[in-house]
């Protein structure tokens, strides 16, 4: 079946350490995203990449690093420098005018 | 700037009723694009319905029908006879903020359906 995989579904962080969170595709999309959403509140855009070998800062990038080298994958670190890492992060795909795809999340706590 | 408004934290509905969830946007760019998304406490986004700022009709899939009023700026959600599987957040979310694909959404803060039997 195609889809989006993200993993792990949870993560813990020591104060200080780099991360990475993976989304993988098999839908054959050209785009995907990446999107961080805090309790209560709706989802904001990371980063985003149309095509592989380029990806665009969304609204939040800072503390944030993504990388496109395969049209089904793109990572996403959290770097040391992101203040406030907790949240439930979303990966998302989508190709021309479809509606994007959504995966299940990775729940990243902070320890 | 583009900005995406939903006015109910929460809401309840009666099994088997319909229930109406508010939307309100706000651009300058002609051409949009709305969306509806439930998140089930799982947390997968799970797409609902969507409305181009072009099309004349209102967009309608199975239960759900968008109330879209363009002279308004609301994209309201109707969910037509309630079943205890629809209790869950909505969002709302626009498309063409970033241009390019459609993917580059903003969200709304959400509401909060609760079902009851």
């Known amino acids: 079946d195609g889809g989006i995989t993200q993993s792990p579904k949870y993560l813990f962080r020591k104060e200080g350490q780099n991360v990475t969170l993976s989304c993988e595709q098999n839908?054959?999309?050209?785009?995907m995203y990446w999107y961080r959403q805090d309790p209560g509140q709706g989802l904001r855009l990371i980063y985003y990449s149309q095509i592989v070998n380029d990806f665009q800062k969304g609204d939040i990038a800072e503390g944030y690093s993504v990388s496109r080298e395969k049209k089904e994958s793109f990572p996403l670190t959290v770097t040391s420098a992101q203040k406030n890492p907790t949240a439930f992060y979303l990966c998302a795909s989508s190709i021309g005018p479809q509606e994007p795809f959504f995966g299940q999340g990775t729940r990243l706590t902070v320890v | 700037a583009q900005k995406i408004t939903q006015t109910q934290p929460g809401m309840f509905v009666q099994e088997k009723e319909a229930v109406t969830l508010d939307c309100t946007y706000d651009?300058?760019?002609?051409?949009?694009?709305l969306f509806w998304y439930k998140q089930p406490s799982s947390g997968e986004m799970i797409f609902l319905i969507y409305?181009?700022?072009?099309?004349?009709q209102n967009a309608t899939e199975g239960r759900y029908s968008l109330n879209f009023q363009k002279a308004r700026k609301s994209a309201n959600l109707v969910i037509s006879a309630s079943q205890l599987g629809d209790s869950a957040m909505y969002f709302c979310?626009?498309?063409?903020?970033?241009?390019?694909?459609?993917?580059?959404?903003?969200f709304g803060k959400g509401t909060k359906l609760s079902v009851k039997p």
């Open positions: 651009t300058s760019d002609p051409s949009y694009g």
């Open positions: 409305q181009g700022s072009y099309d004349q």
């Open positions: 839908l054959n999309h050209d785009a």
């Open positions: 979310a626009m498309s063409g903020v970033y241009g390019g694909s459609q993917g580059n959404l903003i």
